[in-house]
Structures are given as C-alpha cells and as structure tokens.
T-cell receptor, first 116, second 111 residues
Framework: GAGVSQSPSNKVTEKGKDVELRCDPI?????LYWYRQSLGQGLEFLIY????????KSGLPSDRFSAERTGGSVSTLTIQRTQQEDSAVYLC??????????????FGPGTRLTVL | GEDVEQSLFLSVREGDSSVINCTYT??????LYWYKQEPGAGLQLLTY???NMDMKQDQRLTVLLNKKDKHLSLRIADTQTGDSAIYFC???????????WGAGTKLIIKP
C-alpha cells in the first residue's frame, strides 16, 4: 500500500518568504510527527498529532512555525518569514497508535528546504 | 534530559562486519531502535529490541543491548554496498510516545 508522502520534495525560497510543507500519512494512522533533520544532527522533534487531541507543539523552535492536521489525515507545516537557519530536511512520520508499547514510525521521503 | 550518542562515521571493507555503536542515558528506556536512511529517502525501521532482551538476531543483523552500561550496538555481517546508509539509534520510554534520536552514523563501504 501507499506509504507516507510529502510534497514538495525540494523547496528553494528567499529569506522572509512563507513556505508550506505537506504530509500525507498512511491511511488509518492516528499519530503524525514532524521532524527537522539538519546536516550532522539527529532528528529534531517539532510537533506531534494524535487523533483529535491537542497537538504537542513543544518542539517548535519559534512562533514562526505552525502546523495543522485536517480531518485527522493530511498535515501542513508552515514556516513564516523563513530564515537561512530554517534550511534543513523536514521529515514527516506516521504511526498506527499513540505510544505505550512498541510504536513503529513510518517516514516520508522528506522535503529539503533551502532558504537563500 | 535524555540523550543518545553515536559516532558520525564508520568505514568498513565490503565483506567485513560493521559494528555501529550507540549509548543512551534514559534508564527508563523500554524499546531501542535502529533505523536506516538511504540517500534521498526517509528513515526505515531496521530492527528494534525490547529492554528485557540482551540480543536479537535477524539474518545478517545482530543487535546487542547492555542495559547496565546503556550501550546498544548493531552488527551487520558480510557488509555489502547496499548497506551504505545512515543508521540512526533511537530510544523510547514506555510512558512516552516520543523517540529520542541519535545523530546517525554514516556507514561507508570500501571496495
């Protein structure tokens, strides 16, 4: 079946512009995660959605970052007034449950964001 | 806070065994994971181990867990060029949905 998809795969933007990154999780997966991957760094957690519960936004680095998940499925990560330090690969993952026991996360291919 | 550490690079000859090491700090970890990221792709779960186990083997992969030293390793036997990737270690506490990730070890295969 279809895995997690993300679009666009690459995005080049100018400093100060807003960008929207999209994630389509695996159908039926209730949990959705956004991560940021910078060169030589581990995965930086950004935000977590679980069903209809309020999202865990504790990883968002500034108020320029926001995310939505509509209808418990597709999610959009928005970065306003982009800065050069926002350049990274943004990864989305989904999982079939919320945690507790073993909880495999299924990752999309990522969106590579370059801010000039 | 919790931390997971890995070396950034490992270089091995094709056909040799690769051993990728990881240390973590969270004593409440229940699951420990190895994910593989091939160039231009997302991460894919390779294997995982529950904290009450000390070894797990799956074909060419062997995971060793030393819970006392909080040390996890991944051994890949007969390393092939297709094993070239970045390998991420991650740990999870039972009560937490989040994974704590290492920075990833890039495995380089020499002919």
């Amino acid at each position: 079946g279809a895995g997690v998809s993300q679009s666009p795969s690459n995005k080049v933007t100018e400093k100060g512009k807003d960008v929207e990154l999209r994630c389509d999780p695996i159908s039926g997966h209730t949990a959705l995660y956004w991560y940021r991957q910078s060169l030589g760094q581990g995965l930086e957690f950004l935000i977590y959605f679980q069903g209809n519960s309020a999202p865990d936004k504790s990883g968002l680095p500034s108020d320029r970052f926001s995310a939505e998940r509509t209808g418990g499925s597709v999610s959009t990560l928005t970065i306003q007034r982009t800065q050069q330090e926002d350049s990274a690969v943004y990864l989305c993952a989904s999982s079939p449950n919320s945690g507790g026991a073993h909880n495999e996360q299924f990752f999309g291919p990522g969106t590579r964001l370059t801010v000039l | 806070g919790e931390d997971v550490e890995q070396s950034l690079f490992l270089s091995v000859r094709e056909g040799d065994s690769s051993v990728i090491n990881c240390t973590y700090t969270d004593s409440s970890s229940t699951y420990l994971y190895w994910y593989k990221q091939e160039p231009g792709a997302g991460l894919q779960l390779l294997t995982y181990i529950f904290s009450n186990m000390d070894m797990k083997q799956d074909q060419r992969l062997t995971v060793l867990l030393n819970k006392k030293d909080k040390h996890l390793s991944l051994r890949i036997a007969d390393t092939q060029t297709g094993d070239s990737a970045i390998y991420f270690c991650a740990e999870k506490a039972d009560s937490n949905y989040q994974l704590i990730w290492g920075a990833g070890t890039k495995l380089i295969i020499k002919p």
